[in-house]
């Protein structure tokens, strides 16, 4: 059985959801990335579909996107002043070093926890 047939299931029997190849699905479905370049949202609706492809460097072998009916997909709830406050914060909170208390103009690295001066205090004192 070939990759584009083992992924083809338009009734659903094999997978429990209509499964399609990649870039074979029918005209009215979107993934959730096509739907906000539209504009639009999931709204709650559950998986209509799935496109299924063959990936040699996972382990499962296969890779998934599921897909959502653009006719019952809601428009994208407008950003309040409120939103961007929290926004703004969480991305301050994301610059400021927790041990250092300094606001970096970069985002602070989650492997490390901390600003790379703080990270790294011995090489800094040898350069």
């Known amino acids: 059985m070939s990759a584009p047939t083992k992924c083809f299931d ?3 029997a094999r997978f ?6 990649w870039h074979f699905a029918p ?6 990335r096509q739907l906000r370049a539209s504009g639009l949202r999931p709204g ?7 496109i299924m492809r063959t990936h040699r460097r996972r382990k499962a072998g296969v890779q998934v996107a599921f897909l959502y009916r653009v006719d019952r997909a809601k428009p994208v709830r407008p950003m309040t002043s409120r939103k961007w406050g929290a926004l703004a914060l969480a991305m301050l909170a994301r610059r ?8 970096y103009s ?4 989650t492997s490390l926890g901390m600003c790379i001066l703080c990270a790294y205090p011995e090489e800094q004192r040898a350069a």
């Open 10 to 12: 338009p009734a659903g």
């Open 16 to 21: 429990g959801i209509p499964t399609y190849p």
């Open 27 to 32: 005209d009215g479905y979107a993934t959730r």
């Open 44 to 50: 709650g609706q559950e998986a209509a579909a799935q």
């Open 96 to 103: 400021t070093c927790p041990q250092c208390r300094i606001t």
């Open 106 to 109: 970069y985002c602070i690295p």
